[in-house]
């Protein structure tokens, strides 16, 4: 019967057209060039928000003086939905940290600081497992222009190795990140190392 | 025919469903119990992050000796959305101030602070027009229970009222929406006013 096998099509084109918008709108992937730079990534301010430092910094002699600096670290919602549920990160993560300038008095503000209006760089950290042997990579941004990836060789890639809590990458910094590590046993074993040297002291 | 008034109904059927599924995601609004405490927003973390303060204070005496906190900032993804578009706040508006600890030294870090697991405290400001006779409200919650309006009498609503530079709300301390206000001309009389007496300084 022609008349039902017309009816049997539509009927799978109402299935197929429903699920295809079933779909979770396409995620956020790292782009590159055809050099092989990576693309700002315009929106991560409305990525999800990991944490903030104020003055952070490795080295103890490090004077600032009157200046201070806030930095806000971002990652792409779709990384931070598989880490809520492994506790590690997945192929495609960008962690972005925001550099901001900092104010002290300033409206009715009296004490401390807030955050000002002027940026002072971008520093993407990408896990692109086809792409980098160490399956990451850091690119540094001064404005909205694509970025060369940071050498292999720069002290950022050996001190995350060396101490970052998960996968190279420094939850213990990261508030709400840090619990879930902890009960999905995902910390590296520098990490863990740390954790077991701190408790004897 | 009775053959086509069938394909007719399944092609309607093919569009009705297609459309519903390209509706956007219901969004974010208030939601109260039945005796008016606004419910916590539990996914407030997923929301658009706005900005952080270090040890901010309306107060100049204010002392908090070795202790320091951050408080970070969020807004329902829809209200943002609104405000980069227009400069202020549509109705069902919720912003979200966090205040969580603060470490020192720890892990790698020698020097300034980043943010700890323990919050402490979460306030939110609700736009809410048919709701509230000042259009606006403020809640505090300790923990994740329901949490009862903050009265009008307290100083909170007239500080707002007073010196916030978007329709109550303290824009001046959001770096990425403040630029946004300055261009859409939404500052509230207040602000102009402590503009002009700042240039004059």
Known sequence: MMYNAKVILLSLMVLLTSTAFQQPTP??????????????????????YLTTGFDMSYNPAMQMADHHMFDNVFVNPEAYKTF??????PDKTMLVLEG???EG???INQKGNYQSTETMGVEVHVK?????????AFFAFDD???ATMIPT?????????DHAAVD???????????PIAKVKGTFSAAYRKEIAASAQK
Chains 1, 2 share one sequence.
């Open 168 to 178: 190279t990458t420094f939850v213990q910094f990261y508030p709400t990140l840090l």
């Open 153 to 161: 060789t720069a002290s950022c890639y050996s001190c995350h190795a």
């Open 105 to 107: 008095k300033g409206s």
């Open 128 to 136: 692109d497992e086809a792409r980098f042997p160490g399956k990451w």
């Open 27 to 48: 995620g956020v992937v790292p782009e590159y060039t055809a050099d092989a730079q990576l693309k700002f990534p315009e929106h991560y301010r409305q990525w999800v």
């Open 84 to 89: 809520v549920e492994t506790g590690t990160w």
């Open 100 to 102: 901001r300038g900092a």
């Open 144 to 146: 909205a222009k694509p």
